[in-house]
């Protein structure tokens, strides 16, 4: 009797682990084992800049959106599910700017530096979900050596995938090669909402 009681005691156990709260707390629902994000399944879109001045940004104190001289702009590039699948996001966006025109095609400077400031953490994006990586654009576009251009494209490539997505823009940055004027943080969950998602 004591080792059936023993047997139904664990089966019980058994039942309420398989049982509990998947949500409980949000990080446990996180797999890095999930199905990858491919670019086909994701619409990449740009969501509006915020401006600060470089020399004392000030929370709650920024100017319209678009690029101005003498300030850093903020952007956050959005990523939307629009596949019928849940796909996982995790790490941090390749982006680099490009030039439209055919004739003058190719990358502009550098490719966008890793901004650490923000942890990366894995995102699950069900069907219609959507999120986001900030984008820095650095406020000194015209450094010694420079000629500053306006790049009417961003190529985005996600982690882990080959294939890249292009969005459409028109920011101002420094065309020497390799010197970024952008910088990218990890992606992370829900849209990005522009002067409020900068900080840690």
Known sequence: MAAVAAFVGTAVLAIALTRAPANSDASLSYELS???????????????????????????????????PGHE????LEFTNV???TCRLFGYPEVSAYRDSPAA????GGTAIRDTSVRPKPVMLEPGATAHAVLRVAADTKPIGCAEVTAEELRITLPRQARPSFVATHIPVCSQRGHASLSVQAIQARPGIPGQSVTP
Not at 105 to 108: E, H, K
């Open 34 to 68: 999930g199905r990858v994000c491919p670019t086909s399944g994701l619409e990449a879109w740009l969501g509006l800049g915020t401006a600060s001045r470089a020399s004392a940004a000030s929370p709650g104190k920024a100017d319209p959106p678009g690029a101005y």
């Open 73 to 76: 702009t903020y952007y956050t």
């Open 83 to 85: 596949s019928n699948h």
């Open 105 to 108: 095609g190719g990358p502009i």
